[in-house]
């Protein structure tokens, strides 16, 4: 079946620091991806998108870069604050439809 | 921007009894929902699309007379779990569209405790 990663890594940084989420996906023509947030006993939150067209896609302390040679995705947190710690999925889409989410990465943030 | 509303956010049941989730979207149309659930410390998995008006499509594997699904309107979804049993026990969230994947939003979620 379709899936996007198996494992929840945990990822700890220094308040100040920048953070990287690494997502592997699996399908290759899936042409749309989405970074979330989700906070415990919360939904997903967006956070960021990129197309397949794209390799690199910049928001707010965020950046989002796909490699699709290796089907990789990287989310970028600059200045990592506190209350970005959460869970990170990326999700993937063909052609508009149904959301694959990945294992997802915890992320925290030492103060 | 896009609201949608998910009620209860927390439930308790007995084993064997039938438990309803809501979605809903608040200021736009929902031409496509989405049921996920989710167990502890993992990811989101698709359960069910539905389509307001026509049967949901289920994810293989999905028991559809277990987890019923309705789309009546535009702007309401119903999840219902049906003889409910402790294995059911997990965190179940919708998304609503509004015609795009771009324009899913997520709804906060529903803790289902069956005992």
């Known amino acids: 079946g379709e899936s996007v990663g198996l494992h929840l890594p945990t990822l700890s940084v220094q308040e100040g620091d920048n953070s990287i989420i690494n997502c592997a996906y699996s399908?290759?023509?899936?042409?749309?991806f989405i970074w979330y947030k989700q906070e415990s006993g919360k939904g997903p939150q967006f956070i960021i998108d990129?197309?397949?067209?794209?390799d690199k896609r910049q928001g707010q302390r965020v950046t989002v870069l796909l490699n699709k040679t290796v089907k990789h995705l990287s989310l970028q947190i600059a200045a990592t604050q506190p209350g970005d710690s959460a869970v990170y999925f990326c999700?993937?889409?063909?052609?508009?439809?149904?959301?694959?989410f990945g294992a997802g990465t915890i992320l925290r943030v030492k103060s | 921007g896009a609201v949608v509303s998910q009620h209860p956010s927390r439930v308790i049941c007995k084993s064997g009894t039938s438990v309803k989730i809501e979605c809903r979207s608040l200021?736009?149309?929902?031409?496509?929902m989405f049921w996920y659930r989710q167990f502890p410390k993992k990811s989101l998995m698709l359960m069910a699309t539905?389509?307001?008006?026509?049967?949901?499509?289920?994810e293989q594997g999905v028991e559809k007379d277990k987890f019923l699904i309705n789309h009546a309107s535009l702007t309401l979804s119903t999840l219902t779990v049906t003889s409910a049993h402790p294995e059911d026990s997990s965190f179940y969230i919708c998304?609503?569209?509004?015609?795009?994947?771009?324009?899913?939003?997520f709804g906060s979620g529903t803790r289902l405790t069956v005992v």
């Open positions: 999700a993937e889409s063909i052609y508009g439809n149904k959301l694959v």
């Open positions: 200021d736009f149309q929902a031409t496509t």
């Open positions: 990129i197309r397949s067209n794209m």
């Open positions: 399908n290759s023509a899936s042409d749309y």
């Open positions: 539905s389509n307001e008006g026509s049967k949901a499509t289920y």
């Open positions: 998304s609503a569209s509004y015609g795009t994947v771009d324009g899913y939003t």
